[in-house]
């Protein structure tokens, strides 16, 4: 029943000694997901996966192997003592063994294997103390254990074969993974070391096969890179991460029209890691509020733009709880949690509207929330005006949405490599939909009192020449639209454009996982446009 | 190999392109007149116009190179660089500005907005260029047209300084009286403009 992880076939020095560092500075919930995978690639079938619930039952991750058998697995993280064996780890690893798995799929009555899983070392008057129970209370069901260089072992077998290609892509690795964890992370760096990886824009990789193992070494990877950020709990960054890789992943399934049996867990792995994620971050924000990360003289200014940077992943969550009807999207209105989010949207560009544009999806749906989606809305349109409209006398006016928190802060602070030049008077990508939500919220008499300084605005829009790039991060081929409203235009029109959505501009995967939108809207808020906000719309109207 | 300073040249590097996009703009004085706004991704430009035109343009491509041979490197001064960088920038300014005086006379010819005759650049030729186009009003303001560019050839202007030069005061007065004419008509033009941008049923 014992199962061993087979030694790596290739093994390439550089790379055990990058998944080497990794793992060593992970704690269980950064290598959880990849775990998952690479059960998940060795023929297990993943069950549950509960890490960072507070739900535990003492099993962590529950699957099942081929031959039926039920696996309990209990992770943790670091060198495992007597001392710790005995006050931590022992009680739990008790009810790992003496509990029976909760699972609907899985027969109660059916023994279950249990593994106690550790990336650090399990020191030898612990093994020898496993030993003891294993012969003794636990014999019918012993513990069986893997250890820091078993899961080496395992992910580098994830790897093998897909490994960087050359001292220049080992670099790029290098780079992204000694990288300072607390801020921003590069995210065309990211996306295109990624996407070497999972050989997304190679049509003549066709083997779906070849794919799956693509996927999972790029789980891999991601979770590497996104290594720094989790153990320096910048839980935003994390999520970032993981969302980019799984648009990468939905862009391979759509393109090369990928079946279920090769992605599906792996989405579902990492789909639940940032997932999860975000909900370290909320709880991280409605336990202590946000104050108790500023700790310098220097977080003074940059205060709005780091609340900003944790409530945009929030609303996200919560948007996504209410697409489910996961009733967890409650907390948004708790009034003890309430007063915790005053302040936390900053306007820096157009993609700081994106939380607002999230909650008032939210709001519009809440009795007596009507009032307060509206006035987001109207307050959205107000800024985009003052700042880009034809009154504007600002240099810059607001940055598109192709620009990110940390270049809003370089321009505001004059850090920029070079002099940014660009100027934005008139110019808005998020208006359009904006519009329509407020003709959908059916606001003709506010529309119609700014209609005049509206009409004067360009809506843009980017229309990649194929639908799937869409899920990209950039693409060569396609086109940079601007649309002219007309000067004297009837409400009746409005109404019609309004309603005219028929959502297939949109991927068919990403329609198919609508819960994950808004996550890929935060990491590429230049995807947000009339026909992904509409979709959003419609499906929150039930 | 000599060390060589990476860093340095990097900045120096920096340096070049800072003056090569002030010399394009310089040598493009159409072109920076043009709000510039940086496009991400795509290969082309389309726009949805009020009657629903939709008339999409490739994007065009603008480059020059220089060459400099290992002996030059050696003997060349900073000025001789800078000589060949300008040289590409004023390349590069002249196909981005030929390329955008393309698309204006296309536009113009498009719309019939053409002076006819084609006379020289004069005051009454700016008079009627004026009638041509619209004017905008900074804060819809009278006292703060948003006054169009002149971009000519240096011939045309010095005929248009000749022009001026030569002008009596009565004849200065009239046009001053004229332009005043049609920038009241502009200005009502605007109002109307503004007015008819609206919501209705």
Same mark, same amino acid.
């Given at each position: 029943m014992e199962q061993n992880i087979k030694q790596p076939e290739i093994k390439d020095p550089f790379l055990q000694r990058a998944i080497e560092y990794w793992l060593d500075s992970a704690n269980e919930l950064g290598y959880q997901p990849l775990f998952c995978e690479w059960l998940v690639n060795n023929g297990y079938v993943l069950k549950y996966s509960i890490k960072n619930t507070h739900f535990e039952q003492g099993k962590d991750v529950v699957a099942v192997f081929s031959d039926d058998v039920p696996y309990a697995f209990q992770l943790k993280g670091g060198n495992i003592n007597l001392k710790r064996w005995r006050e931590e780890v022992k009680p739990e690893i008790d009810i790992l063994i003496g509990g029976a798995i909760q699972h609907p799929e899985i027969d109660k009555a059916k023994p279950h294997v249990s593994y106690l899983v550790t990336n650090g070392e399990i020191e030898d008057n612990v093994r020898v103390e496993i030993m003891a129970l294993n012969e003794g209370v636990w014999r019918r069901t012993p513990l069986h254990y893997w250890t820091r260089g078993d899961l080496l072992n395992g992910f580098q077998q994830m790897a093998e074969g897909i490994m960087p290609k050359d001292a220049k892509t080992y670099k790029k690795l290098i780079d992204l993974i000694f990288t300072d964890g607390t801020g921003f992370p590069d995210y065309s760096k990211i996306y295109d070391f990624l996407s070497e990886i999972l050989n997304v824009e190679s049509d003549s990789h066709t083997n779906k096969e070849q794919r799956r193992r693509d996927i999972a070494a790029a789980a891999l990877y991601a979770a590497m890179i996104a290594g720094p950020y989790r153990v320096a709990g910048n839980h935003a960054s994390t999520v970032r991460i993981m969302t980019m890789l799984l648009s990468m992943i939905f862009y391979i399934v759509d393109k090369y029209k990928l079946e279920d049996k090769y992605w599906l867990k792996s989405y579902e792995i990492i789909w639940g890691d940032v997932y999860n994620t975000a909900k370290l971050l909320e709880h991280e924000v409605n336990t202590d509020g946000f104050d108790k990360s500023f700790t310098t003289p220097l977080d003074t200014d940059l205060i709005p733009f780091r609340k900003h940077s944790a409530s945009s992943i929030i609303y996200a969550l919560k948007l996504s709880q209410f697409i489910v009807n996961d009733d967890d999207w409650k907390s948004l209105l708790d009034p003890s949690i309430?007063? =915790?989010? =005053?302040?936390s949207v900053a306007i820096?560009?157009?993609?700081?509207?994106l939380p607002l544009m999230m909650l008032t999806l939210i709001l519009r749906r809440v009795t007596g929330g009507e009032g307060s989606a509206i006035n987001q809305m109207k307050t959205i349109i107000s800024q985009m005006l003052t700042m880009n409209g034809r009154r504007s006398k600002h240099k810059v006016g607001l940055v598109p949405p192709y620009y990110d928190l940390d270049f809003a802060i370089k321009l505001s602070y004059g850090m920029l490599d070079v002099e940014f030049e660009d100027n934005y008077k008139y110019h808005s990508y998020y208006l359009k939909p904006v519009i329509e939500t407020l003709v959908r919220l059916n606001q003709q008499d506010f529309l119609a009192e700014q209609w005049q300084e509206l009409s004067f605005m360009r809506f843009d829009e980017f229309v990649p020449a194929d639908l799937n790039d869409f899920l990209l991060w950039r693409t060569e081929k396609g086109e940079n639209r601007t649309t002219l409203p007309k000067k004297e235009k009837s409400w009746s029109e409005l109404i019609q454009e309004a309603e005219s959505f028929k959502g297939d501009t949109l991927p068919p995967t990403l329609k198919r996982f609508p819960e994950f939108i808004p996550f890929f809207l935060t990491a590429f808020p230049f995807r947000l446009n009339s026909d992904i906000y509409s979709f959003l719309y419609k499906i929150t109207d039930k | 190999m000599i060390t060589d300073f990476p860093e340095a040249k990097k900045e120096i590097r920096k340096a070049l392109d800072s003056i090569m996009r002030a010399q394009v703009k310089q040598n493009a004085p159409m072109l920076s007149l043009i709000g510039s706004k940086t496009l991400h991704e795509g290969d082309s430009m389309g726009v949805i116009y009020e009657d629903g035109r939709h008339v999409v343009d490739p994007l065009q491509r603008a480059e020059s190179q220089f060459s400099v041979s290992r002996e030059e490197i050696v003997t060349m001064k900073p000025e001789d660089l800078m000589a060949k960088v300008s040289t590409a920038a004023k390349d590069i300014a002249g196909q981005m500005e030929g390329y955008l005086f393309q698309t204006i006379d296309k536009s113009i010819e498009e719309s019939g907005n053409t002076i006819p005759g084609n006379p020289e650049l004069s005051p009454e030729a700016i008079l009627i260029a004026l009638e041509k186009i619209q004017i905008d009003f900074e804060d819809d303001d009278r006292s703060k047209p948003v006054m169009p560019t002149i971009v000519s050839g240096p011939g045309a202007f010095e005929k248009l300084k000749e022009h001026e030069a030569k002008a009596t005061k009565a004849e200065k007065l009239e046009f001053e009286e004229k332009q005043k004419a049609i920038m009241d008509g502009k200005f009502k033009e605007h109002l109307a403009n503004l007015a008819s941008r609206k919501l209705v049923d």
């Open positions: 309430v007063p =915790k989010y =005053k302040h820096w560009g157009e993609a700081s509207f | -």
